[in-house]
DNA sequence: GTCCAGAGCT
DNA sequence: AGCTCCGGAC
């Protein structure tokens, strides 16, 4: 057991590599040493997006594959990442200066009281719970493989987890492993139907069986087998959106571009209100503005762990139907403690409720 | 039967 | 903003 807080995020080396495998596993990190060698070196800031992205990324700004249509959020998403990524294919050093740019546009906005408790109390609560994202986070994804397959597991792992319990998908990537099929070329091959057995029973599998095979191609033509390394050409991938995304960055490339928010995220959030529209008081309605609103005031260190913080809390107490509030450490702080009705299913019958209790 | 959950389309 | 995709937990 070995309790590691160490975040610097200008100099990202060999410890905060080793940190990223594993911060899934709570304040619990196994002993076992990093898996290859070859991951990151201790030296060199991050070299994987330094070598070949320079005129690469250039030109794949005019090749990037024209979608039907996304999202405005998403539209919205690629323009704010845009300036980074131009940069990134000139600057060196990479890492500090998107610290940096992000960290200098967030301070605008005045954090919420006790916010510094309530991430505590969570934490605790958190490091005594077992939550199933503990075990089988995606991030997991291929941790013994070689650097490009690795972050091409996590690509995967990701487009399989969505809407997806993590065990199933854990299972769903285990079987793809042992049939060789966790490689953009193997994929690119393999039969779309043989995909689609091997990773049921994930949600929604007959999509992510032909948007594995059109990501594998687009990955295994495109970026030499490895998978994009910015923001906006995560997002051309089909099934790749916001959340996964930023997920993608987080975990497959160890650089931190945005918060990962999902709808636990969205909704602890909320409740803490932690988060408002711009201006105004209301809540956020989608994740998109979460993420906005978070960023604006959540130092940068707080973004990369807050996913998982927030999604154990929010598979084990504050759950999205009748939160458990009594066993919440923090609900002194919290605006909506023992405010959501505890009626199983009659949210839009109010008038007949025959089953009241 | 209800709810979960992210992406994408309308 | 609402619907669809999915199996499965409950």
Redesign the pocket.
């Known amino acids: 057991m070995l309790h590691v807080r160490v975040r610097s995020p200008s100099t990202l080396g060999f410890a905060t590599a080793r940190i990223q495998f594993n911060r899934m596993s709570k304040t619990r990190f196994s002993v076992k040493p990093i898996q290859s060698k070859t991951e990151i070196p201790t030296s060199d800031p991050d070299p994987n997006p330094g070598s070949e992205n320079g005129s690469a990324a250039e030109l794949r700004v005019f090749s990037r594959r024209k979608?039907?249509?996304?999202?405005e959020e998403?539209q919205k998403l690629q323009l704010e990442a845009k300036p980074i990524s131009q940069k990134l294919a000139v600057l060196p050093d990479i890492e500090e200066f998107a610290y940096k740019k992000v960290n200098t546009s967030t301070n605008s906005s005045k954090p919420p009281a006790n916010w510094e408790k309530v991430l505590d109390g969570i934490r605790k609560m958190r490091s005594s719970e077992d939550a199933p994202v503990d075990s089988m986070g995606c991030e997991k994804a291929g941790s013994s493989l070689p650097p490009k397959e690795r972050r091409f597991a996590v690509l995967v792992s990701s487009l399989l987890s969505?809407?997806t319990?993590d065990h199933?998908n854990h299972g769903a990537i285990q079987r793809l492993l042992q049939n060789g099929l966790l490689s953009a070329d193997s994929i690119d091959k393999a039969d779309e139907a043989t995909i689609k057995s091997l990773i049921?029973?994930v949600?929604?599998?007959?999509?992510k069986a032909g948007n594995l095979k059109k990501v594998a191609n687009i990955c295994l033509t495109k970026y030499d087998g490895d998978i994009p390394s910015s923001l906006e050409e995560l997002l051309s991938?089909?099934?790749?959106?916001?959340?996964?995304?930023h997920l993608v960055m987080n975990v497959g490339w160890n650089d931190v571009q945005g918060i990962c928010v999902?709808?636990?995220v969205h909704r602890i959030c909320n409740r803490l209100g932690w988060v408002s529209r711009p201006g105004k008081k209301q809540k956020t309605?989608t994740?998109e503005q979460t993420r906005e609103a978070l960023q604006l005031w959540l130092p940068k260190e707080e973004w990369d762990p807050i996913n998982p913080l927030l999604v154990g809390f929010?598979?084990t107490i504050c759950t999205?139907?009748r939160p458990r509030c009594g066993l919440c450490s923090v609900s002194e702080f919290c605006p909506s403690a023992f405010k959501e009705a505890s009626s199983p299913?009659s949210?839009s019958k109010k008038s007949g409720s025959n089953k009241k209790l």
């Open positions: 979608r039907v249509k996304r999202t998403v969505s809407q319990k199933v049921y029973p949600g929604f599998y007959t999509r991938l089909p099934g790749i959106g916001p959340k996964m995304a999902d709808t636990h309605s994740p929010g598979q999205p139907l299913s949210k």
